[in-house]
């Protein structure tokens, strides 16, 4: 908002109903030309739009300048993602310590690939929400959705090496600080920045990599788009659809880099 003040202070501009179409589209040329990116000039439009739709409302000027403009194409940048290889050194590394931290560690690392959770799902899981038996884990996701996920054998093992070291008693938590509270994203956060970097030179390293990780090579390896979407609980399938285009360009890298005639 203070940049397009400032650009209509410049054409002396003084009254909100004498900015007109013209104006708003010379703007997104200045900013252009001052070499923004598509996305921060998507997101000014997005709050100029807001703020013009307001004074719409309240009756201070009639029309909107921004109403016939629309946002700029914002291409979706595609997600990097941790090489199972990688991954795998990772739960070894820690699995071979054997303590509470190490194996709490490992157990959050497998349900942030194995089962592709957000970090805060996997913050907010309870004991009864994990059924070794029926290999099955309920997850609470965003809007307080609920969905069934199916656990792996590798993830089972690794959880119940977890939970044979620890003590449940008196507390539903899953996963607790040595505090006795629940962990928190930040703390996740933190040793997975770290572990990501011991063993991988990959740029990004959060918790959501690992998800990216899961949801990309499961679509590498065949898997349906319609089934990756019910199991990261996305609500729209165009959200998922972003993991169709990292299996691409990984194919393309391979083509280039093995075919005799790329």
């Not at 928190?184 to 390293?205: A, H, P």
């Amino acid at each position: 908002m203070a940049q397009f003040e400032t650009f209509i202070n410049e054409l002396k501009i003084s009254r909100l109903n004498s900015i007109s179409i013209r104006h708003t589209r010379n703007f997104i040329i200045s900013l252009s030309e001052k070499g923004l990116s598509r996305n921060s000039i998507a997101r000014k439009l997005a709050s100029l739009r807001g703020f013009f739709e307001y004074l719409v409302r309240n009756s201070i000027i009639e029309t909107s300048p921004l109403k016939q403009i629309k946002n700029p194409k914002v291409r979706r940048q595609i997600p990097e993602t941790l090489s199972l290889d990688s991954f795998l050194k990772i739960i070894k590394f820690l699995v071979d310590q054997n303590t509470e931290e190490s194996l709490l560690k490992a157990a959050v690392f497998e349900l942030l690939y194995g089962c592709a959770l957000r970090v805060s799902e996997v913050c907010s899981l309870s004991y009864y929400d994990i059924d070794l038996e029926k290999s099955l884990i309920k997850v609470t996701g965003k809007g307080s959705k609920q969905r069934i996920i199916p656990l792996g054998d590798k993830s089972k093992v690794i959880l119940s090496s977890y939970l044979s070291i620890i003590n449940k008693k008196g507390t539903d938590k899953f996963f607790t600080t040595s505090t006795g509270n629940r962990i928190y994203s930040r703390f996740v956060q933190k040793f997975v920045k770290e572990l990501i970097g011991k063993f991988s030179d990959i740029s990004k390293k959060s918790p959501h990599v690992l998800r990216h990780s899961a949801a990309t090579h499961m679509l590498d390896r065949g898997a349906d788009l319609m089934s990756v979407k019910e199991l990261l609980g996305h609500e729209n399938l165009s959200t998922t659809q972003i993991y169709t285009h990292v299996s691409v360009e990984r194919l393309k890298k391979t083509y280039k880099k093995a075919h005799p005639k790329s």
